[in-house]
């Protein structure tokens, strides 16, 4: 992986694509999951019913942001240690803070 700076300030992340394949069929999964919980509703599921589905949800999404943090520290974050860029290091509690709200 590798982290570039474009134009406008932004950090990027150039992912092997067996890797960028592999989370968007996840995010896909999920997708389907929530339109299936909206089916739900739209069909007056019994609330017990769609809050299992919803709970799946969240286990998926979970999933998804584990899966993508190991990537990220393995590749991103080892990189900019072994660079010298001790932010990395503060950047990553914060998100590790956020994700674990």
Do not use: W
Request: net charge positive.
């Amino acid at each position: 992986m590798t982290e570039t700076t474009s134009c406008c300030c932004t950090k990027k992340t150039v992912r092997p694509e067996e890797e960028r394949k592999k989370l968007i069929n996840r995010l896909k999964r999920i997708e389907g999951q929530v339109r299936g919980i909206i089916g739900m509703l739209e069909n007056d599921a019994y609330c017990n019913d769609i809050l299992v589905q919803s709970a799946a949800v969240n286990a998926a999404v979970n999933a998804f942001n584990k899966e993508l943090l190991a990537a990220h520290i393995k590749a991103c974050v080892a990189r900019d240690i072994r660079e010298g860029k001790d932010e990395t290091i503060d950047e990553l509690v914060a998100t590790l803070q956020k994700l674990m709200k």
